[in-house]
């Protein structure tokens, strides 16, 4: 059994200065290395041998092989992501994340799931749940995952993933919780009385979605480092309280339970911002559906969005200009949706007007969202095909999950069953 590779998507937000970051750059995609305590492993990520690349690091709680040892460079990394079913996919989902999975699932070994779990957090429709969640999975066919190289699941179908976060809940400490920026600003928005424990609690859960795989690495969001390093913290925990000869005197092969995950941000489109205010990102949760373009919009409401959305009074257009986030989006969204460079699109644009450039960039939105949304609706008219699909995702999610869970419970000590 190999390294593996992970990914998650949720809003997180400042680092810790626990860790000093360097960065390299790997397949178009940069790689951050933290370095923290001596006991972080610091392999290196071997070069992605079938496409460029881009979504954790520690020994693998895995049976141990009994044939020689393959060659690094030829084992695969694991990547794992995935999305909350809460809303509508958009194009910051989609620009972010799901369009980076297509090259990734060529090169790594992968896992994407639907985050279900995390959409119960804040109050939701749960005549909805069930339908927003095999939409995403549909969408997530439709925008190139391919079956029959990346595993597609919904995270409650793997039972494993809430008996780790209970697992893991033991050893957290809620002082590390309290410091996480969503909770306070999410629960200060809803009042005390209106706010579930899982919303303090899920950062639990979505460390339980990383280690349960033993991946190297992890696609994050420059916004999404927080979580990421509480669960490097959680994972260094349950090795140090439980791994190495503590768990060989209790029948184990001894060593690490969990590897310790480092992050991988990609160059570009890692954080696409509202159509309304381009210093805020692109959600699902804003309550105007104007400030973000999502992914099954019908081409006229595409069009009114981008020619209501937000803009300034300077002259021509440019990147990077501080006082013109709206303009920076806008020619991001662009350069990515039309596969130009950053230095193409800044010179063909550079003297056009709101209304040209706004023009421009509604037909190439709707050119590149007219297939996927094809696609979709022929996936999502074929019950049996998405439901073959998600079963065995889920089963081959729970191969590697189970491993992972019993070797933890028997660390700490529970009888085996």
């Given amino acids: 059994m190999g390294r593996l590779v992970l990914s998650h998507f949720l809003i997180i937000s400042n680092s810790s200065p626990r860790f000093a970051s360097s960065l390299r750059r790997i397949g178009g ?6 370095k923290g305590p001596s006991s972080i492993c610091q392999n290196q990520l071997p070069s992605p041998r079938n496409a460029t690349g881009f979504r954790c690091c520690c020994s693998v709680s895995l049976s141990q092989p009994t044939v020689a040892e393959t060659n690094p460079s030829s084992v695969k990394k694991r990547i794992v992501s995935g999305v909350q079913p809460t809303g509508s996919i958009h194009l910051g989902n989609y620009l ?11 090169t790594y070994d992968t896992l994407f799931f639907i985050v279900d779990l995390h959409a119960i957090t804040l109050p939701y429709d749960a005549q909805q749940l069930s339908k927003a969640t095999r939409d995403t999975s549909a969408l997530y066919l439709a925008c190139g995952v391919d ?13 494993a993933h809430v008996e780790l976060m209970w697992l893991l809940s033991s050893v957290a400490p809620v002082g590390w919780l309290n410091r996480m920026i969503q909770f306070k600003e999410k629960s200060l928005k809803a009042g005390d009385e209106n706010v579930g424990v899982a919303l303090l609690t899920y950062p639990v859960l979505m460390a339980s979605d990383i280690l349960l795989y033993q991946s190297d690495f992890v696609p994050v969001g420059e916004d999404q480092k927080q979580h990421l390093e509480l669960t490097r913290e959680l994972a260094e925990r349950v090795n140090n309280l439980f791994g190495g000869r503590k768990w060989k005197k209790l029948g184990g092969r001894g060593g690490a339970l969990f590897k310790v995950p480092e992050p991988l941000i990609p160059p570009v489109g890692a ?3 509202s159509l309304t205010d381009g210093l805020s990102k692109m959600s699902k949760s804003a309550p105007s559906d104007q400030s973000r373009i999502n992914l099954l919009d019908p081409k006229d409401v595409i069009a009114n969005k981008i020619k209501r959305c937000k803009t300034d009074s300077f002259p021509g257009m440019e990147f990077d200009n501080p006082e013109r986030p709206e303009c920076n989006n806008l020619l991001s969204i662009y350069q990515l949706i039309s596969g130009k460079t950053k230095e193409e699109v800044a010179q063909a644009c550079q003297d056009m007007n709101w209304g040209t450039f706004k023009s421009l960039l509604a037909d190439a939105l709707i050119d590149h969202l007219h297939p996927i949304q094809v696609r979709y609706e022929e996936i999502i008219s074929d019950s049996a095909y998405l439901d073959g699909i998600l079963v065995e995702g889920a089963t081959k999610a729970s191969d590697i999950a189970d491993t992972t869970l019993n070797n933890v419970y028997q660390a700490m000590g529970f009888l085996q069953r």
Avoid: T
């Fill in 29 to 34: 995609v940069q790689i951050r290395r933290w």
């Fill in 96 to 106: 972010g994340a799901i369009r980076n999975w297509i090259s990734l699932q060529n």
């Fill in 147 to 159: 079956p029959s190289k990346a595993s597609v699941f919904v995270q409650s179908h793997v039972r």
């Fill in 271 to 273: 954080r696409v911002m």
